[in-house]
């Protein structure tokens, strides 16, 4: 899982139209990054959108990714825009903010915490797929933002799922 410069790009246009690249963001699992806190100063700046370049970069904790200079995910999300950065995974391996398996429905203590939702590719990992949208939906604040990134055709062997877009466009659609 991960973001790299097409995240970065998407975010940034996402802050300068809509203005709701803010607040509390929660990632379904920890991010990876590919790209250093001169690419995306650089990057931000062709985009003429403000960044918090005051925030102290802190290194990839992959060890590969750290090698190359590239940001962890924090760091990363805090210089785009927000004020807080969480995550959520099913276990403690990746140093996750809270562990919850999202195949179980989620907690009240998080509903409508989130300003912005990314799923940067646990979506297709969890086996009860309609928890796993509840729960999103039950988590995101009033008029929040879910960012899907997940694999739609050709990624044989990958999670339990492949999806089409529409999918995401019609559940999206319908008032839950």
């Known amino acids: ?20 690249v803010h607040g509390k963001i929660l ?4 991010q990876c990054t590919y790209v250093t806190a ?12 403000p960044i918090d370049d005051s925030v102290v970069p802190s290194l990839s904790f992959d060890p590969g990714l750290k090698k190359l200079g ?11 825009g927000f004020t807080e950065v969480e995550s959520l ?7 996750s903010t809270h562990v919850h398996d999202l195949n179980l429905p989620i907690p009240e203590k998080y509903y409508g915490e989130y300003d912005v939702i990314l799923d940067g590719g646990t979506l297709e990992h969890v086996f009860h797929f309609p928890n796993c949208l509840s729960n999103i ?5 009033p008029n929040g ?5 997940s694999p739609s055709h050709n990624h044989v062997d990958h999670g339990f799922y492949m999806f089409s877009p529409t999918l995401f466009y ?4 319908i008032d839950c």
Not at 27 to 30: I, K, T
């Open 89 to 95: 995974d099913y276990s403690e391996y990746e140093g």
């Open 27 to 30: 990632q379904l699992g920890r």
């Open 1 to 20: 899982m991960g973001v790299a410069k097409g995240a970065l790009k998407f975010l940034l246009d996402l802050k300068k139209s809509t203005n709701k």
């Open 70 to 80: 590239f940001v962890d995910d924090i760091t990363f999300f805090r210089m785009v």
């Open 145 to 149: 933002i879910i960012i899907h990134s």
């Open 170 to 173: 019609d559940y999206y659609s």
């Open 38 to 49: 001169d690419q995306i100063k650089q990057i931000a700046k062709e985009f003429n959108v």
């Open 137 to 141: 939906h039950k988590m995101l604040k």
